[in-house]
């Protein structure tokens, strides 16, 4: 429990010193609440005197005890605020910066991160586990330390009275400590499952929202629905579990406590009717063996959410100590835009993609990437963006090696047009103000009108501030494209990354989009995944791949005259884009 307590404390990082001076609080918070139960005591005392004629309750003393009540009350009120205005906000105060900063480490992550992590995973670090940190870490140590320190400053009262009774609570504390032990060696073991669980459920529940078109589409509401029952009714039975094993633990330090609370009253009792101790002290002690157990109760609550947090905390941590790309790297201004392949090779996990590609791309230039689907086009526009890290060779930018520069430094020279694009759940303008955060209405309107989607902005029911849909849903495919355009445009980065669509799109549209790419790429560094035969055959360059590797490069005119993969890849797009050979 000191460690779990130790871990909370040096997650709370500089603000630690903020729940030390909480501690001291409560020291007087509890000497406060204490108080009011000895002026009682001592009330008492003197009325019983008074009864047997030693006239004892003069009006002075009716005042000082009257005042000192007022006194404890209003000292335990003071104390009690100050406590948790010192202690609470600062669990709230951490979240927020752990959020911020989990928000950039995935930033700055290989993308390769996000496939061996399930989204639930990510999401339910960054909500409902910090969440739960938030809601229970302080107060898990105010409940567990304060709670230590509010029952050792009360047995010490009890001490003060007789040693009897304090041995009796201090004999009921340890009892209820072994149980409390082994409660935690359970927690320890179900913490891992309960987490499990919970992600379960969680991926389980966005992989059926984001899933609903196919879901429908393939009419296979059953399969889902199979698996997100599967994770819940799992989830129920685990939870079940849990509590079933909790159950003996806390029954049997439910029943420590409140015998030790018998025995203080039996000892108490015993000390009044021998005249050890008079019958008001006696009320006063069985008064505070309550108070004294009902924190331990409330201890022995707290530690098995302490396991959970514990568990919390290793899974944040695991996140916080993920290899960022560009722990190595610098800010770097680049001044040069030439893109430089020299003998890369890349792969997932163990399976290689890349093979060995060497190729330059001239500033200003066009180059267009085709080959056969899964050759690896999009994986090189994704290390060129340093999504990931190449495992062999290097890749330049302007004669500098992208390894050296911060991803924010190399991305904030590219702009990424991707096939499917991804809209936030924002308003338009808000959407396209992502390529530039600080443009004004007048330039979003104006990449909007070279964009080609000006118009149809313009007919949505609130214009730029009409709300996409999570992932722009509300949208159609050649729509997304051009605000992905827009939002390209507005970047004006020096490099153009671009997947051109695959997806049949009706003439008109497609004379839209081709519009605006025209528009986005003039004057740029630009790397094309192409389909269309009029993208291809007007780049400056064409590097043709082949299961990861370069099967052919040049213009279009030499590519002609070769016999190979390219030759076979043109004649197949005439056919489909209705050319005559
Ligand atoms: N995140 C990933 N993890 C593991 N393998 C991947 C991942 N992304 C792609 N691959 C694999 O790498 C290979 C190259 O994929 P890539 O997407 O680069 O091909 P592509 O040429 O762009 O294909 P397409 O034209 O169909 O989009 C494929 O075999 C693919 O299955």
């Not at 003197?46 to 030693?54: P, Q, S, T």
């Not at 025995?263 to 008001?280: K, Q």
């Not at 990449?447 to 009409?466: N, W």
Request: charge should be neutral.
């Amino acid at each position: 429990m000191v460690r779990s307590i130790q871990r909370l404390l040096n997650w709370t990082g500089t603000r630690r010193k903020r729940i030390y001076i909480g501690f001291v609080y409560s020291f007087f918070h509890t000497l406060f609440t204490a108080l009011p139960v000895i002026i009682a005591a001592y009330s008492l005392k003197l009325i019983l005197e008074d009864m047997n004629g030693k006239e004892s309750l003069a009006t002075s003393s009716i005042v000082y005890i009257a005042i000192s009540m007022v006194i404890a009350v209003a000292g335990r009120f003071m104390f009690g605020y100050l406590r948790a205005s010192t202690q609470e906000s600062v669990g709230y105060e951490v979240t927020a910066e752990q959020r911020i900063h989990i928000g950039g480490l995935l930033k700055r992550v290989s993308l390769g991160f996000f496939y061996r992590k399930k989204a639930g995973d990510i999401t339910s670090a960054v909500t409902t586990d910090l969440s739960f940190i938030e809601m229970h870490g302080m107060k898990m140590i105010d409940v567990i330390v304060n709670g230590y320190i509010s029952v050792f400053t009360l047995v010490l009262c009890l001490a003060f009275y007789h040693y009897a009774v304090a041995l009796a609570a201090i004999a009921g504390i340890a009892c209820s400590a072994l149980f409390l032990k082994l409660l935690r060696s359970k927690s320890e073991e179900n913490a891992p499952i309960h987490q499990q669980a919970k992600d379960r459920m969680i991926s389980a529940t966005i992989e059926y929202i984001r899933g609903m078109p196919e879901v429908k589409a393939y009419h296979q509401q059953g399969f889902t629905k199979e698996s997100i029952h599967k994770a819940y009714e799992m989830g129920k039975e685990i939870n079940i579990k849990i509590e079933k094993n909790y159950m003996p633990y806390n029954s049997l330090h439910l029943l420590s406590l409140h015998a030790a609370s018998t025995g203080i009253v039996a000892v108490s009792a015993w000390l009044a009717m021998n005249e050890i101790i008079p019958l008001s002290t006696m009320i006063m002690m069985v008064i505070f063996s309550f108070v004294i157990f009902s924190q331990v109760e409330a201890m022995n609550n707290a530690s098995h959410v302490l396991k959970v947090i514990d568990a919390t905390l290793d899974k944040l941590e695991e996140m916080n100590e993920t290899e960022v790309l560009d722990k190595h790297s610098k800010e770097i201004h680049l001044e040069k835009f030439d893109i430089q392949f020299t003998n890369v090779s890349f792969g997932y996990e163990r399976r290689q993609v890349i093979r060995d590609v060497s190729f330059t791309v001239p500033e200003h230039t066009t180059t267009a990437i085709v080959g056969p689907s899964g050759s690896g086009k999009t994986t090189l526009c994704k290390l060129i963006a340093r999504f990931y890290d190449v495992d062999q060779g290097q890749i330049e930018i302007g004669g500098v090696n992208i390894r050296e520069v911060t991803s924010e430094s190399l991305l904030k020279n590219m702009s990424i047009v991707f096939q499917k694009v991804y809209l936030f759940h924002d308003t338009i303008l808000n959407n396209i103000r992502f390529g530039k955060p600080d443009a004004t209405l007048e330039e979003v309107v104006e990449v909007s009108q070279k964009a080609r989607c000006h118009e149809f902005i313009m007919a949505l029911p609130d214009g730029y501030d009409t709300m996409v849909g999570e992932g722009g849903s509300t949208l159609s495919g050649g729509e997304k494209q051009r605000l992905s355009i827009a939002r390209a445009m507005l970047k004006d980065a020096p490099i153009i990354i671009l997947d051109e669509a695959t997806a049949s799109i009706d003439p008109e549209n497609e004379h839209e989009i081709q519009a605006a790419i025209s528009a986005l790429v003039a004057g740029k560094t630009i790397l094309i995944i192409a389909h269309r035969l009029a993208t291809i055959q007007n780049a400056d360059q064409i590097i043709v791949l082949d299961n990861g590797g370069i099967a052919q490069r040049g213009t279009h005119e030499d590519l002609i005259k070769e016999v190979g993969i390219y030759k076979n890849f043109l004649q197949i797009r005439k056919r489909a884009e209705g050319w005559s050979l």
